[in-house]
Nanobody, 114 residues
């Protein structure tokens, strides 16, 4: 059974940093992209960052220059390093893996508040 296990969320002050991790297990083959999405209360889920199997990346404009996505293909793990966090980054962050099927993690809460 495929599982995406996320970790690293929490409460942080504005300007702080967090690192999210998402490990995929259960025999996902042919992963061609991994991504992070987020959903704030009352808003639609939105793409934060995406990394293709070859390593190319793209970011949402609000996080460019502050967030970095990376992946370890051997471990089927994707990371999101979040720096200079702002209150508007507060959301539930979801891991997404695109292979033969699309898989979603359960979400991890990130709260940026003083």
């Amino acid at each position: 059974q495929v599982q995406l296990v996320e970790s690293g969320g929490g409460l942080v002050q504005p300007g702080g940093s967090l690192r999210l991790s998402c490990a995929a297990s259960g025999g996902i083959n042919g992963i061609y992209a991994m991504a992070w999405y987020r959903q704030a209360p009352g808003k639609q889920r939105e793409l934060v960052a995406r990394i293709a199997s070859g390593g190319s990346t793209n970011y949402a404009d609000p996080v460019k220059g502050r967030f970095t996505i990376s992946r370890d293909n051997a471990k089927n793990t994707v990371y999101l390093q979040m720096n200079s966090l702002k209150p508007e980054d507060t959301a539930v962050y979801y891991c997404n893996v695109a292979a033969t099927y699309v898989y979603w993690g359960q979400g991890t809460q990130v709260t940026v508040s003083s």
